[in-house]
């Protein structure tokens, strides 16, 4: 990556489904870095990666990654690699690395790669780095059993070359020192980030403008459920049935339900298309052979084979988008040999997510307990990410605090706007996790 001199400080997030990255102004403030080229969509950068086979290239890999990943895949889906919702295996002790065309990749590979495709679509505003990067990080981590201190050592592999001074920040926090921006009297502040693989909470007293130390964090929680969760029941019930989830197969005379981890794994954005690899295709085709419906096994060994991991996300992102205006909408997905028209009410999809929805309202009562602070004592809430959309969510905290005490904004930026903001202090350290 490039030199890594110029006065200021960056806020990076580095999200689950998308990236963004706020710069300094000098003046008190922070402006969003807008990515350039055909392919750019604003400020928000896709946290995917796309490789193939190239002669020229280093160890006769490509890759790109941002919308540009999205467009290598759509140009050559069966001769691509796409890779998502990377950040969710960062703190998995299970994932050691993933083979891409025979080459192993870990974790702060996958994270480098990402960076310096990053840096390289900035249109030059990222060439000359400040020193100082405020990165985010979640509250809680994603996955079975996250281990936080290998998460830790990954970041700071994958972060080692990006700046000189990194410090991780709490994403809520990120998002309170925005939402702090728009404040001009003092007030207790909740804060719910509602990523792609977690949702994480602060509470901030924010103090009146000019106020020596605006923001004092309370508490923080989290709890790894996020919208790659609510992705997954939509998968679980539309898409999983029809590739062989709750079939049988037979074995030494017996007949015995098919592994569920299968199917687990087909359902994580960020394991479906590494399951495209001789060993896993090998091991679906002596299941297949066995099967007492080998025609479903086929199905999922297509979807793996010709690369549907984006479309099938694609459309399940449609569903949920549709689902937040409507009451009803039709799921629709064709590949791979395989063909799903569904319509779904919103009122199942909530009944899908409303266990999830439990665990994530039982970790906001977490903070406000560590905060020793009841509901009437937030003054505002302030909603970000993309699932804070889904009504069912904006109901909880219209139930718990009043709709007058809810806004949101950002949905997809103000952590690291905040983030920046955070840089821009005498001493960022002091917010760091």
């Given at each position: 990556?490039?030199?890594?001199?110029?006065?200021?400080?960056?806020?990076?997030?580095?999200?689950?489904?998308?990236?963004?990255?706020?710069?300094?102004?000098?003046?008190?403030?922070?402006?969003?870095?807008?990515?350039?080229?055909?392919?750019?969509?604003?400020?928000?950068?896709?946290?995917?990666?796309?490789?193939?086979?190239?002669?020229?290239?280093?160890?006769?890999?490509?890759?790109?990654?941002?919308?540009?990943?999205?467009?290598?895949?759509?140009?050559?889906?069966?001769?691509?690699?796409?890779?998502?919702?990377?950040?969710?295996?960062?703190?998995?002790?299970?994932?050691?690395?993933?083979?891409?065309?025979?080459?192993?990749?870990?974790?702060?590979?996958?994270?480098?790669?990402?960076?310096?495709?990053?840096?390289?679509?900035?249109?030059?505003?990222?060439?000359?780095?400040?020193?100082?990067?405020?990165?985010?990080?979640?509250?809680?981590?994603?996955?079975?059993?996250?281990?936080?201190?290998?998460?830790?050592?990954?970041?700071?592999?994958?972060?080692?070359?990006?700046?000189?001074?990194?410090?991780?920040?709490?994403?809520?926090?990120?998002?309170?020192?925005?939402?702090?921006?728009?404040?001009?009297?003092?007030?207790?502040?909740?804060?719910?980030?509602?990523?792609?693989?977690?949702?994480?909470?602060?509470?901030?007293?924010?103090?009146?403008?000019?106020?020596?130390?605006?923001?004092?964090?309370?508490?923080?929680?989290?709890?790894?459920?996020?919208?790659?969760?609510?992705?997954?029941?939509?998968?679980?019930?539309l898409v999983l049935p029809m590739i062989g989830k709750g079939g049988?197969?037979?074995?030494?005379?017996?007949?015995?339900?098919?592994?569920?981890?299968?199917?687990?794994?087909?359902?994580?954005?960020?394991?479906?298309?590494?399951?495209?690899?001789?060993?896993?295709?090998?091991?679906?085709?002596?299941?297949?052979?066995?099967?007492?419906?080998?025609?479903?096994?086929?199905?999922?060994?297509?979807?793996?084979?010709?690369?549907?991991?984006?479309?099938?996300?694609?459309?399940?992102?449609?569903?949920?988008?549709?689902?937040?205006?409507?009451?009803?909408?039709?799921?629709?997905?064709?590949?791979?040999?395989?063909?799903?028209?569904?319509?779904?009410?919103?009122?199942?999809?909530?009944?899908?997510?409303?266990?999830?929805?439990?665990?994530?309202?039982?970790?906001?009562?977490?903070?406000?307990?560590?905060?020793?602070?009841?509901?009437?004592?937030?003054?505002?809430?302030?909603?970000?990410?993309?699932?804070?959309?889904?009504?069912?969510?904006?109901?909880?905290?219209?139930?718990?605090?009043?709709?007058?005490?809810?806004?949101?904004?950002?949905?997809?930026?103000?952590?690291?706007?905040?983030?920046?903001?955070?840089?821009?202090?005498?001493?960022?350290?002091?917010?760091?996790?």
């Amino acid at each position: 990556m490039n030199a890594i001199s110029a006065p200021g400080a960056l806020g990076l997030d580095f999200g689950t489904t998308n990236t963004v990255v706020a710069r300094t102004d000098g003046a008190g403030g922070a402006d969003l870095i807008d990515i350039a080229g055909a392919e750019a969509t604003g400020a928000v950068f896709r946290s995917a990666l796309s490789f193939w086979e190239e002669e020229r290239a280093l160890d006769g890999i490509a890759c790109e990654a941002g919308p540009w990943a999205i467009a290598e895949y759509l140009q050559s889906p069966i001769d691509s690699r796409f890779v998502q919702s990377f950040k969710t295996i960062a703190a998995s002790p299970s994932f050691e690395r993933a083979l891409i065309f025979g080459k192993p990749f870990r974790f702060e590979d996958f994270g480098r790669l990402f960076l310096q495709r990053l840096v390289r679509h900035a249109g030059g505003r990222l060439d000359d780095r400040p020193a100082r990067v405020i990165v985010g990080r979640p509250v809680e981590y994603a996955g079975a059993r996250p281990d936080a201190t290998l998460a830790r050592q990954r970041y700071d592999l994958m972060f080692r070359d990006f700046g000189v001074e990194v410090h991780y920040v709490y994403e809520p926090l990120g998002a309170a020192f925005s939402y702090a921006a728009r404040l001009t009297e003092p007030a207790t502040v909740l804060v719910a980030d509602f990523g792609g693989g977690t949702t994480d909470f602060s509470i901030v007293r924010v103090g009146a403008p000019g106020a020596g130390r605006r923001c004092v964090p309370l508490a923080s929680t989290g709890v790894g459920i996020a919208g790659d969760r609510f992705d997954r029941h939509i998968v679980d019930r539309l898409v999983l049935p029809m590739i062989g989830k709750g079939g049988q197969y037979r074995s030494m005379g017996k007949t015995l339900d098919i592994p569920g981890g299968w199917f687990a794994e087909f359902a994580d954005w960020s394991r479906l298309a590494l399951m495209r690899n001789r060993r896993t295709l090998d091991d679906l085709a002596r299941l297949q052979r066995h099967a007492l419906d080998p025609d479903a096994i086929a199905r999922m060994i297509a979807l793996i084979e010709h690369e549907q991991g984006f479309p099938l996300y694609d459309a399940v992102g449609r569903l949920k988008r549709a689902l937040s205006t409507q009451d009803r909408a039709e799921f629709r997905f064709e590949g791979g040999g395989v063909d799903i028209v569904a319509e779904v009410r919103r009122s199942q999809f909530e009944d899908w997510i409303a266990a999830d929805l439990t665990r994530i309202e039982a970790a906001m009562d977490g903070a406000l307990a560590a905060a020793r602070i009841d509901a009437g004592g937030i003054d505002r809430v302030f909603l970000t990410g993309g699932s804070s959309l889904i009504p069912a969510i904006r109901a909880m905290f219209d139930r718990r605090f009043g709709s007058e005490r809810v806004a949101t904004g950002g949905e997809l930026t103000s952590i690291a706007h905040g983030l920046a903001l955070i840089g821009g202090e005498a001493d960022p350290a002091v917010w760091a996790a």
